[in-house]
Every structure is written in C-alpha cells, then in structure tokens.
C-alpha cells in the first residue's frame, strides 16, 4: 500500500501563487506515475499534471499549460505543484495521485483545497 498526504492549499488572490507538496509514503518503490487532479465543487474530477519515469517526464492539461510546473524530490518520495498566475477557475481540491507501471491511478491522497479570488 502507499499513502499520499498532500499539503500547502490555501486562499490567494488572482495572480497569486502557492506550492502544493504530496509525500508519499508505504511502498514507494511500486510508484511509476505521480499526477495531481482536481475536482471543483459540482464538478468531475479533471486531470492537472503528471509526472513519471526515470526521466521525469511531465504532461500538463491544456488549462494549466504555462502556468503550473510539476516536480519531484525522489529522495523524499514527494512530488511537487508550483501554480503561478492563479485563476478563481483554478478553485478546487487538488488530489495527489500515484499509480504503478501500466496501471490506473491506485492511490489517491485527501485532498487540499485551493481557492482564489477575484
């Protein structure tokens, strides 16, 4: 099993920034992907960013492009999402995911809210 405790949502401005960070932890060494989601009230659950491979490889959703940059510190199991130029749209809990090699995303983590204003 692993778990996922995210931290760092908060209140902002528009135009303002924050960094979310997820720490993984239990048996980190099955991890392949690492992504953030989000899900506004009222809302599906969409897709933000990922982040996998030995490579680091990142894809982003077209509405973060530009904007938000994922990262990872592997030493601390923990991946990374730096969100600049925040949008009220970008209103949301955003939920830290990880899934193994081929798999759909197993484990998922609480959530921490974000929330921006105009």
């Known amino acids: 099993q692993v778990q996922l405790v995210e931290s760092g949502g908060g209140l902002v401005q528009a135009g303002g920034s924050l960094r979310l960070s997820c720490v993984a932890s239990?048996?980190?060494?099955?991890?392949?992907?690492m992504a953030w989601f989000r899900q506004a009230q009222g809302k599906e659950r969409e897709f933000v960013a990922s982040?996998?491979?030995?490579?680091?490889?990142?894809t982003y959703a077209d509405s973060v492009k530009g904007r938000f940059t994922i990262s990872r510190d592997n030493a601390k199991n923990a991946v990374f999402l730096q969100m600049n130029s925040l949008k009220p749209e970008d209103t949301a809990v955003y939920l830290c995911?990880?899934?193994?090699?081929?798999?759909?995303?197993?484990?998922w983590g609480q959530g921490t809210q974000v929330s921006v204003s105009s």
């Open positions: 995911a990880a899934a193994p090699p081929n798999a759909n995303y197993t484990y």
């Open positions: 239990g048996r980190t060494n099955s991890i392949w992907f």
């Open positions: 982040i996998y491979g030995t490579r680091g490889s990142t």
